[in-house]
């Protein structure tokens, strides 16, 4: 089993920046695709962002394309979403997750694709 920990969230204004942070455990970090997804209150899990486990081939969700910023440090364990010109519709729980099981250095956008998850971090955007 995996531990994974966001951190880094938090109340901006519109325009503002935040960086995230996301910490996964064991030896096997640099073979995980990481991926970060949102969730707004009564809405479905949203796709964000992910990156490969070796090569750091990343993609992102269209609706943070050009503003938001995944990258990742297999020597830190770290993955961290660099989010820029945040808008309110920004606002949700985002969370990290480790797809620990899949093909070495791909790139997963689904859900079900991802084994293990952190509790997320909140990220409120304000008008």
Sequence with gaps: QVQVVESGG?????GGSLRL????SGPSFDT????WFR???GKEREFVAAISSR??????????KGRFTISRDNAENT?????NSLKPEDTA???CAADAYGE???VETRRAAYDYWGLGTQVTVSS
Aim: negative net charge; hydrophobic residues 40%.
């Design 10 to 14: 938090g109340l901006v204004q519109a």
């Design 21 to 24: 942070s996301c910490w996964a």
């Design 32 to 35: 995980y695709a990481m991926g």
């Design 39 to 41: 969730q707004a209150p």
């Design 55 to 64: 090569s750091g081939r990343t993609y992102y969700g269209d609706s943070v």
């Design 79 to 83: 993955v961290y979403l660099q989010m």
């Design 93 to 95: 729980v985002y969370y």
């Design 104 to 106: 070495i250095d791909a």
